[in-house]
């Protein structure tokens, strides 16, 4: 079964600093790989998503994130944070493969803080 | 274009009680799925409806359940309330089921098992 890690539950950064979100996923296909961020009372947006091509996928608010075969991550970045980026971070996997549909496994998230 | 609606938003329950909660999609989309968020698990998916048919069962007890109607907007049900059944409860739609489409989330429906 596939399952999703990642490994930082708190990150706290400066606004204006770069940050990097860590993902690590197990699946037995090339995935399908999400990253969704949540603010508080909110649902889910989706940031950006990887299906296939082009490594370095871009996203909106200014994430990107790199897919990494050999390592198995799929780790968000951007350049320079903002205070309004405060939120709770997912990574997910989808199940297309396994004839999973629109079924994602999720990470358990990382809460990222800015310090002004 | 109005975005998904989830009913109720906060709804407090008793043990052994049920409950209904209801999602309207986004207009278009015919894909329906249902998480649970809980501080220790995380999110987990329920299921997933298209055109009215389950597509894809989480791995959840019976007690859970859903449907979806003719104009794509979907309902679950939780049977025999636990106290750990308390959660998050979010919807997402989405135009298909070929999972390369994106989800759209709801804000959710807060539910306590009291």
């Known amino acids: 079964a596939q399952s999703v890690t990642q490994p930082d539950i708190h990150i706290t950064v400066s606004e204006g600093a770069s940050l990097e979100l860590r993902c690590n996923y197990s699946?037995?296909?090339?995935?399908?790989l999400f990253w969704y961020v949540q603010s508080p009372g909110q649902g889910l947006q989706l940031l950006l998503k990887y299906f296939s091509g082009d490594t370095l996928v871009q996203g909106i608010k200014g994430f990107e994130a790199e897919f990494k075969r050999s390592q198995s991550s799929f780790n968000l970045r951007k350049p320079s944070v903002h205070w309004s980026d405060a939120a709770e971070y997912f990574c997910a996997v989808g199940d297309l493969f396994t004839g999973g549909g629109n079924k994602l496994t999720f990470g358990t998230g990382t809460q990222l803080k800015v310090e002004l | 274009k109005a975005g998904v609606t989830q009913t109720p938003r906060y709804l407090i329950k008793t043990r052994g009680q049920q409950v209904t909660l209801s999602c309207s999609p986004i207009?278009?989309?015919?894909?329906v799925s249902w998480y649970q968020q809980t501080p220790g698990q995380g999110l987990q998916f329920l299921f997933e409806?298209?055109?009215?048919?389950?597509?894809n069962k989480g791995n959840f007890p019976g007690r859970f359940s859903g449907r979806q109607f003719s104009n794509s907007r979907s309902e679950m049900n939780v049977s025999t309330l636990e106290l750990g059944d308390s959660a998050l409860y979010l919807c997402?739609?989405?135009?298909?089921?070929?999972?390369?489409?994106?989800?759209?989330f709801g804000e959710g429906s807060r539910l306590t098992v009291l």
């Open positions: 409806y298209f055109s009215e048919t389950q597509r």
């Open positions: 997402a739609s989405s135009k298909g089921a070929d999972g390369t489409g994106e989800l759209f």
């Open positions: 699946y037995g296909a090339t995935p399908y």
């Open positions: 207009s278009g989309h015919r894909s």
